[in-house]
């Protein structure tokens, strides 16, 4: 058997498989609770997509907050838009993907860069990739964290398609277990630090798509100890304001969208060592490495911190949140969102100044606001 044949009957073959557990799912949850697997999904989840897709971006890079009181770095992905309706996909590190025999056990571990549907990687209960995806994290994000979406308009389509191409190749090195590729030192896999979202992202900017100038850092292994240089490590905040920074320096426009998180999930993962409800989860803004990294939730005084903050919420269109009562999503314009270079000036001179107000202790009313209070008006 070829091996295109070969990939499109385990393709075929894994769509059959997910098809059957989704049913299965579906018959024997029957009352799942809303914001837990196997529950129902916003009544209006097709109609609110439609909605954000008239507006004609090319990309979405989907900023996941942390979910930890303090080391919280989130997650970050990438959605490419697709030529059919709804056809957008999101592209997203595999946590699992480390060559670990007990993440093999319990969860999905077939590629490294797992492909998702958009609003199933945002709002779905059921997964189309296996039954053995992660909920909150391959699917269903919102119901666990919020989800900052930069969209982008004007990329070309054969940087699109080099992008995917990349995420493919990925795939086929972690499949092969290669070694010493142009975009990473070592085996190809998945690592926390060496080879992690972040840097699957940028690198598929850098080495797939001809981003030359971008740095994508290399955390380096310190020889016969098996330590990590955790400096030099990429992080998902830092590699997306290099990423809009490259954007812009291109030509390219930006907006943001929040995908805020649904506070009412009583889902707790019995994968998870803390037993805690999704809902009674952190949602922190995804920290740089800096003083604030190991702060608890929402004490963010590091001018990067809140520039990145602000530089969003200064770009903000929408805002779109669950209804918990009506198990709806509710989608509203925020304002009309800064261009680039005014809503970079505007977010440094704030966070310039907040960040000093908080060094000289005592109360006073910040500049900036954060792209988490983003309020959609329907």
């Known amino acids: 058997m070829s091996a295109a044949r070969s990939a499109n ?16 799912i579906s018959v024997a949850a029957g009352a799942a609770d809303f914001g837990s697997p196997g529950g129902p999904v916003p009544g209006n ?24 009181k303090g080391g919280s770095a989130g997650h970050l992905a990438l959605a490419v838009r697709g030529d059919a309706p709804r056809d957008d996909h999101v592209y997203s590190a595999n946590f699992y993907a480390d060559r670990d025999p007990g ?16 609003m199933e990687y945002l709002y779905g209960t059921v997964s189309t990739l296996s039954p053995k995806a992660s909920f909150g994290l391959d699917f269903g994000e919102v119901y666990k964290r919020s989800v900052v979406g930069v969209r982008v308009y ?8 080099a992008l995917v191409a990349f995420f493919a190749r990925v795939n086929d ?40 100038d971008l740095d ?14 955790a400096a030099n490590s990429n992080v998902p905040t830092e590699m997306a304001m290099k990423l809009v920074a490259e954007w812009h320096a291109r030509g390219y426009r930006m907006d943001v969208v929040l ?48 520039y990145a903050m ?16 009506t198990q709806r999503l509710a989608v509203g314009k925020t304002k009309e969102p800064l261009p680039y270079p005014e809503a970079a000036a505007l977010a440094a001179r704030s966070a310039a100044a907040d960040s000093d107000g908080f060094r000289r202790g005592g109360p006073f009313r910040p500049q900036g606001a954060v792209v988490g209070e983003l309020a959609g008006q329907d």
């Open 9 to 24: 009957f385990r393709r075929t073959r894994a769509a059959a498989l997910c098809a059957l557990a989704a049913l299965a």
């Open 45 to 68: 989840l097709d109609e609110a997509a439609d909605y954000l897709r008239q507006d004609p971006w090319d990309l979405e890079l989907l900023i996941s907050f942390g979910t930890s």
């Open 103 to 118: 993440h093999a056990a319990d969860f999905y571990t077939d590629e490294l860069m797992v492909r998702i549907p958009k």
């Open 154 to 161: 004007g990329v070309p389509a054969a940087e699109k398609a």
């Open 173 to 212: 090195d972690f499949r092969r277990r290669a070694r010493n590729t142009d975009y990473h030192d070592g085996e190809v896999r998945y690592d926390y630090l060496r080879l992690n979202c972040a840097k699957t992202i940028g690198a598929a900017f850098k080495t797939g798509a001809g981003y030359t």
């Open 216 to 229: 994508v850092a290399s955390a380096k292994l310190f020889s016969r100890r098996r330590v990590v240089a």
């Open 259 to 306: 995908y805020r998180k649904y506070d009412g999930s009583t889902f707790v993962d019995p994968h998870d060592d803390e037993k805690v409800a999704f809902r009674d989860l952190p949602n922190r803004f995804p920290s740089v490495l800096s003083r604030d990294f190991r702060r608890e939730q929402g004490e963010y005084e590091d001018v990067d911190n809140l």
């Open 310 to 325: 602000y530089l969003l919420y200064n770009m903000g269109r929408y805002a779109v949140r669950v209804d918990g009562a």
